[in-house]
């Protein structure tokens, strides 16, 4: 059996997408029920439920090219040999050509961001244990011991520290600094640059959220900034639009980091967006037509990309790394703090959008959030504050 996958749009302008059996051209069972129950179910975009099939489809292929009846195996408790999961850790870190996500071919000799397969182990370990449980709770089979052992084996692959190191950051922020010799943007970028990173390492966003961001989402009065889901934003002329994949939340702010995103939109933003028609945050600077436009996915990836090529020791930088590191940072402060565990677990799920599977944190918002909890978030500011001006201490 070969597979493929077929987008669609539904009446009413919702989009998804299906895993086919490429020969009968009908879809096929499991994985499109996980797609359904633990991704669309769940409010994801559309462009998530791609990437989630595509991953599906690549992990079948393997199944495929092995001979390995996935089904049998967990009926039997068999699942997969120490053996086959090295192979399937293998297969997983090659480059696959998405031909116009219907078809999933191998380039060989290529492989992947560390990125890109820490998340297709994570959807092929995600899928895996529910299949486990789904199997086995139709067959009346008990070895949960067995299937967690499993599924352990297979994420002990992913690659461990995902934030950067204390002298990382700094090295960043010094390339960074406005007018400094060695920020390599041109003058006219570099506050709105240092903004950015400022705002993606503070507040632990994803790049999503952070291009989604609009000027009336700062409210000077409280001191805080807005995260909105703005899926089909007519505003939004962008052909790839950021979508915002979490919750929508309020995020408490320092004084100071107000006050930078104030000054970037009264200096900086001000300046090229008097005749546009949007209230997007970051936009484009660069002479032509785009200027005073969003700012778009491959004008951010480029910036990312600009530092990794002028300095070494960042080559492996991502936004997502810095969300990492905000949760290191917000870990340290937390754990000496004398809040209870569920208000610990909460403000976090709460903080990075994440509804997981606590249901408190579905029912955490901003109102909620105490002034020992705002002094929590204000420790963790000072600490990333201390060490973006350069007062590095290698705790990290």
């Not at 997983?92 to 219907?102: G, L, P, S, W």
Request: glycine letters at 4%.
């Amino acid at each position: 059996m070969s597979f493929k996958i077929k987008k669609f749009v539904m009446s009413s302008g919702e989009r998804g997408c299906l895993i086919l059996n490429k020969e009968t051209l009908l879809p096929v069972y499991y994985q499109n029920l996980y797609l359904t129950t633990n991704v669309r179910n769940r409010s994801a975009t559309a462009s998530t439920m791609e990437i989630v099939a595509t991953n599906l489809l690549i992990l079948s292929n393997f199944m495929k090219s092995r001979k390995i009846k996935i089904i049998d195996r967990i009926e039997s408790k068999l699942f997969l040999s120490v053996a086959e999961v090295d192979d399937l850790i293998r297969y997983a870190k090659q480059r696959f050509d998405q031909q116009k996500i219907t078809n999933v071919r191998l380039l060989k000799g290529k492989q992947i961001a560390t990125r890109t397969f820490s998340y297709r182990i994570h959807v092929f370990s995600n899928y895996l244990k529910w299949l486990c449980g789904l199997i086995h709770s139709m067959k009346g089979i008990h070895a949960r011991y067995e299937i967690d052992t499993f599924i352990e084996n297979l994420r002990a692959h992913l690659p461990k520290d995902k934030s950067l190191s204390e002298e990382q950051i700094k090295t960043l922020f010094k390339l960074l600094e406005v007018e400094g010799s060695q920020n390599p943007f041109q003058k006219e970028v570099q506050g709105r640059n240092r903004l950015i990173f400022t705002l993606l390492l503070n507040c632990g966003l994803r790049a999503g959220e952070l291009l989604n961001l609009k000027v009336n989402d700062l409210n000077l009065r409280n001191n805080t900034l807005s995260i909105f889901r703005r899926h089909d934003c007519i505003e939004d002329r962008r052909l790839n639009q950021p979508l915002v994949k979490t919750g929508e939340r309020i995020i408490p702010l320092s004084d100071e980091l107000v006050m930078e995103i104030f000054d970037y939109i009264k200096t900086c933003r001000s300046k090229i967006t008097k005749k546009k028609k949007h209230d997007f945050l970051f936009v484009t600077h660069s002479a032509g037509k785009t200027v005073g436009e969003p700012l778009s996915v491959s004008a951010y990836e480029k910036i990312i990309s600009t530092i990794k090529k002028v300095s070494p020791e960042l080559k492996s930088l991502s936004g997502h790394r810095l969300r990492h590191s905000w949760n290191y940072f917000y870990s340290n402060e937390i754990d000496s703090s004398n809040l209870n565990i569920s208000r610990k677990s909460g403000l976090r799920c709460y903080l990075m959008g994440w509804s997981k599977d606590s249901k408190m944190s579905e029912n955490y918002n901003f109102k909620h959030i105490s002034e020992k909890e705002k002094e929590l978030i204000g420790r963790v500011y000072e600490s990333l504050k201390k060490i973006t001006e350069g007062q590095y201490n290698g705790k990290m």
